[in-house]
């Protein structure tokens, strides 16, 4: 398989994922500023939509959209039980979760990455961002993880989205439970390992 990544982009979670799932890939730098692979090759002719994370498969068949990739990646290696069974209770919270950090979180950072943004609507931005980690933070009260005390693959994409605050100007300093959240994750040797080859960490 090959992930089409930028270093920190939301592509870093199914790099997270695929980490933890132990499975074999190549990651494939994309770059989200001139579209660009690094042999010259214009990422438009692999992904028409222009961004990451794309995962090809063995097949070559593609698949977009960082919460389904999770989803596929998770379900190659059931045993991991990074992602509940379909068709339970427990999947439909891990989907619920997904949505949530996709169009509640992640959407709401990208008016404060376009250089042109003003500064009115950053500021409506943040406050918007602040108010749902406010909200995630009172669910990670007496919890290790999103579920409960496992790793499951909305965990990847929450630590993913909330890296980005401290790009922004965004003080998540007193939530204290997305803190120890953050510590926990930033300590898996999957996560560890995927910031090291991206170039993220030392």
């Not at 609507?121 to 999103?146: D, F, H, M």
């Amino acid at each position: 398989m090959k992930l089409y990544y930028s270093p920190g982009a939301c592509s870093l979670s199914p790099h997270i994922v695929l980490r933890e799932a132990g499975l074999a890939f190549t990651p494939v730098l994309a770059s989200t500023k001139t579209h660009k692979l690094a042999d010259g090759t214009d990422y438009y002719t692999i992904n028409p939509k222009g961004y990451v994370p794309l995962l090809e498969l063995d097949d070559g068949q593609r698949l977009s959209e960082g919460p389904a990739i999770v989803q596929y990646i998770a379900d190659q290696v059931p045993e991991k039980k990074l992602v509940a069974p379909w068709g339970s209770m427990e999947r439909y919270r891990q989907i619920e979760w997904l949505t949530f950090i996709g169009t509640e979180i992640h959407k709401s950072f990208s008016p404060l990455f376009a250089p042109n943004t003003p500064e009115e609507t950053k500021t409506e931005a943040r406050a918007r961002i602040q108010s749902r980690l406010e909200w995630v933070n009172q669910q990670l009260e007496g919890k290790q993880y999103l579920m409960g005390e496992g790793f499951c693959v909305a965990d990847a994409y929450l630590f993913t989205v909330t890296n980005w605050s401290k790009f922004v100007g965004l003080d998540i300093s007193a939530l204290s439970h997305l803190g120890a959240f953050m510590a926990r994750m930033a300590a898996r040797p999957a996560v560890q390992e995927a910031l090291k080859a991206e170039g993220l960490t030392k």
